[in-house]
């Protein structure tokens, strides 16, 4: 008599069992899927990390280069101020002989002061030449800073931009399966 509820309650009973299995192995595969991307997670911030620092090796080896570039400019600065003086002392030197030359001897006053005349006017067109080569090496050396110091910030801004994008796109794939997962 109670034949027909009892067959009822076992379809029943094994529904609910077929359907908590169903359950169960979706519910592993998705725990597999979740280790997974944790996995790709982790990979991808050890990626991250990596290129960050080789990033910061080459910004700090972009300075070093900057320094040295700087430490030779005034190296060189400071040889040009060294050569100025040896020429302005070559021409009072030069100025002075010619007036000893003239208190001598009119005569040889005037042919000397044709010659240092000329050696002053070749030793004015080496400064003139010396001074606009040293100018033309500071403008060269000045532009090179310029550039490597825009290159550097380009790097920096660009590896920043890499840097917040790739954050970015974690921060979605990090939040898309906890939404998935919300009612």
């Not at 299995?21 to 996995?39: C, M």
């Not at 380009?154 to 990090?174: G, H, P, T």
Request: with cysteine; aromatic share 6%; net charge negative.
């Amino acid at each position: 008599m109670t034949r027909w509820f009892t067959w009822e309650q076992v379809n029943f009973n094994s529904a609910v069992h077929e359907a908590l299995s169903e359950t169960l192995k979706a519910l592993a595969g998705y725990a597999q899927e979740l280790a997974r991307q944790e996995h790709d997670l982790a990979r991808l911030r050890l990626e991250l990390l990596q290129e960050a620092d080789t990033r910061r090796e080459k910004f700090e080896r972009s300075e070093r280069a900057l320094a040295s570039l700087r430490a030779a400019f005034e190296t060189q600065a400071a040889e040009a101020g060294q050569r100025e003086a040896k020429l302005e002392a070559r021409c009072a030197a030069i100025e002075a002989n010619l007036g000893d030359f003239e208190a001598r001897a009119n005569e040889r006053a005037r042919e000397a002061a044709t010659a240092v005349k000329t050696e002053i006017a070749q030793a004015v067109a080496e400064l003139v030449e010396s001074d606009d080569q040293l100018r033309e090496e500071q403008r060269v050396c000045f532009k090179q800073l310029s550039l490597e110091a825009s290159e550097a910030a380009v790097m920096v801004d660009r590896a920043r931009r890499v840097f917040e994008s790739r954050l970015d796109k974690l921060e979605k794939e990090i939040s898309r399966p906890l939404q998935n997962r919300e009612p």
